[in-house]
C-alpha cells in the first residue's frame, strides 16, 4: 500500500528532474552569435556656411525714378526765318514762321536759346508737370538782330555840291555764310533847268556793292549824280534791285 509519504518522496526527485530539463533547454537556446554587419564608413554630408567676408563686396546701387516732363513750346512768332533751337546748349530742333517748336522737357530750371547767325537771344524758364509753358523770342529778335535775312537799307543821304547826291547803304548779313551783296539805289528829284528856268523831273541811280561776313553788317557810300540845274528838291532815295551772292 502506498502512504502519502511516498508518493511525496517520489513527486519530489520528479519535480526536480523536470526543472533540470527545463532549465537546460532554456540555456541551449541562449546563444552568443556574433552578426556579420557591413563596415559603414561615416561621410560628413555637412555643408559648411560660406564665408562671405572673402567674396567679392557687394555694390548699392540706387536707382533713381524718372524725372516727371512738362510742356515747352517755343516760337519765334512772325519773324520770317527758321532758326536752330537749344536747351541747356543742346540742340533740340528748329522753329520758323507760325511754326513754333513743341518739346517735352524734364521739370526744373532751364535755358533756351535761339540763334539767328552769329547772333542768339535766350530766355531762361521753370519746367512744371501738367502745365505748357511759352517762350516767344519775336520782340527780342526784332530788336536786337532787326532782319531775318539778308538786306540792305538806306542809312543815310544829303546834297553834296551842285551836281551830286551823297546816299549811304547798309548792307545787312544775318545769315551763317559770307555774302556778296549788290543793290540798286535810285533817288528822284526836281529842279529848274537854268537853259529854259523849268522846274523839271529827274532821277539818279547807282549800284553799290559790298562783300558781307556773316552775321555783320556793312555801310557803303557812293555819290550819285543829278543833272545841272538849281532850286533842287529831293525825295527819299529807295533801293529798287537788291541780290546776293
Known sequence: MVTPLMKSIVLIPLIIVIG???TSGCVGQIKNNAVNLPNVTPT???TPFLNLTNTTPITNITVTPPGLNGSLRVSIGGWDADL???????S???ASKGKP?????EEGNHTVKVCAATMCEEQ???????RQRLVDFEAQLIKDVQFPKPAARIAAYYPSGSDRITVSVEFINPSIQDLTMSAEVSCEYTYIDSRSDQRVAGAARGIETANVKAGSRVMVTDNLLIASGYSYVYAIPEITDFSTR
Do not use: E, R, Y
Open 20 to 22: 533540470c530539463i527545463l
Open 44 to 46: 560628413n554630408t555637412f
Open 84 to 90: 536752330p533751337v537749344s536747351i541747356d546748349n543742346k
Open 92 to 94: 533740340v530742333g528748329i
Open 101 to 105: 517748336l513743341d518739346l517735352m522737357v
Open 124 to 130: 531762361n524758364v521753370t519746367i512744371q508737370f501738367a
